[in-house]
């Protein structure tokens, strides 16, 4: 018998999220269940915060980008003693069932929490960098292309009043899909996903091509796990490793743009994105994708279904076993690498 389900939002944060926890606070009151927000991801659970969220709390929150429960990458298997701490709080707050509202990590402790302790949870892919399987979109990716898609477009300008070439840093850690479209839909020239290694020789040749047919600039994008063929790491911003094990990276354009100037000697400049990628409103798409997820999470739980995500999945609402979702990787798919390299 459900009655209070929580709900939490873990890991990068993304445009969108807010439209998922206001259906889920709308479809749950229509069932009659309350919902408690937890704050900041997994951390809430650790150190139980959370509040009883009301219909006031997610009005307006529509076209507000972040997320009005905060997000943290806490991981609670690694904190000694967290799992134990999570289990009270689960009591102390009275809680039926959860849905975790994140990308592999948040979703996958989730999933832990059901198989190991019987803990129910449904959960909902939230990450710009669209890397979850059996999932067309996840919530955040769509905003984020926007701004990608908006950058490149006023860097194309600018690269070339000063036939300079422009690398264009991206997110996604692992995965190239927001490099892949961003740069598809900005029309950059060269597009490097970490799906793929690269080599400097066709990038210069691509270049030195360009210009012998009177283009004198161009622009890269470049998702931030690029690496050239032959070495095998990334390039990292800091030394940092989250607990979820990922280190942060970042610093890939500027590696490029060296290497180009040293053996063509044409000027470069880099551009790194950040996290202007991840903030502001979200898109309409977004917004509706987050409304649909959000209710149909609710749905399962009121069904019983749990140990599930709910997705987009060629173009369909439906459920997907976390299991299956989380162990399958989901690649960028190599033919639009291949188209990509048709505008070359
Ligand atoms: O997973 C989302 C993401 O934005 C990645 O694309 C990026 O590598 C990472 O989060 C950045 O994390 P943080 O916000 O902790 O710097």
């Not at 991801?41 to 150190?47: H, I, L, P, R, Y």
């Not at 840093?169 to 927001?178: A, F, P, V, Y």
């Not at 020789?201 to 050239?228: F, H, M, Q, T």
Request: contains cysteine; charged residues 20%; aromatic residues 8%.
């Amino acid at each position: 018998m459900i009655n209070r389900i929580g709900v939490l939002t873990g890991g990068g944060d993304s445009p969108a999220i807010n439209a998922a926890i206001r259906a889920i606070f709308v479809k749950a009151n229509n069932y009659g269940y309350k919902v408690i927000g937890i704050r900041n991801g997994w951390e809430g659970m650790v150190k139980g915060n959370a509040f009883e969220i009301q219909r006031i709390d997610v009005a307006g929150t529509l076209a507000i980008g972040g997320t009005i429960i905060g997000t943290s990458r806490t991981n609670p298997f690694k904190i000694e003693g967290g799992v134990e701490k999570v289990l009270q709080n689960i009591k102390n707050f009275e809680l039926d069932a959860i849905i975790t509202i994140g990308g592999d990590d948040t979703n996958g402790v989730m999933y832990k929490l059901y198989t190991q302790y019987g803990f129910k949870g449904v959960g909902i892919p939230q990450t710009i960098d669209n890397d979850i399987a059996y999932s067309d979109f996840s919530i955040g990716f769509e905003s984020s292309l926007e701004i990608v898609t908006e950058a490149i477009d006023r860097l194309h300008t600018t690269a070339c009043s000063h036939n300079r070439v422009m690398i264009v840093e991206i997110m996604g850690r692992d995965s190239g899909w927001l490099a892949m479209y961003g740069g598809l839909a900005g029309g950059a020239d060269i597009i490097l996903i970490p799906e793929v290694e690269f080599s400097y020789d066709e990038i210069v040749n691509v270049l030195e091509e360009r210009k012998k047919n009177g283009a004198n600039y161009s622009v890269i994008a470049v998702a931030e796990g690029a690496k050239p063929a032959g070495i095998d790491r990334q390039v990292v911003a800091s030394g940092m490793v989250d607990s979820f094990g990922h280190v942060q990276l970042g610093g890939i354009a500027k590696t490029i743009a060296e290497e180009i100037e040293r053996r063509t000697g044409i000027e470069c400049r880099t551009m790194v994105l950040g996290h202007l990628q991840r903030g502001g409103r979200p898109t309409a798409f977004d917004r509706v994708l987050a409304t649909r997820l959000g209710a149909y999470a609710v749905d399962l739980v009121h069904q019983g279904k749990f140990g599930n995500l709910v997705t987009m999945y060629k173009g369909e609402i439906t459920a997907v076993p976390v299991e299956n979702a989380l162990t399958e990787r989901k690649p960028v798919d190599l033919s639009l690498y291949e188209l990509s390299k048709l505008f070359a």
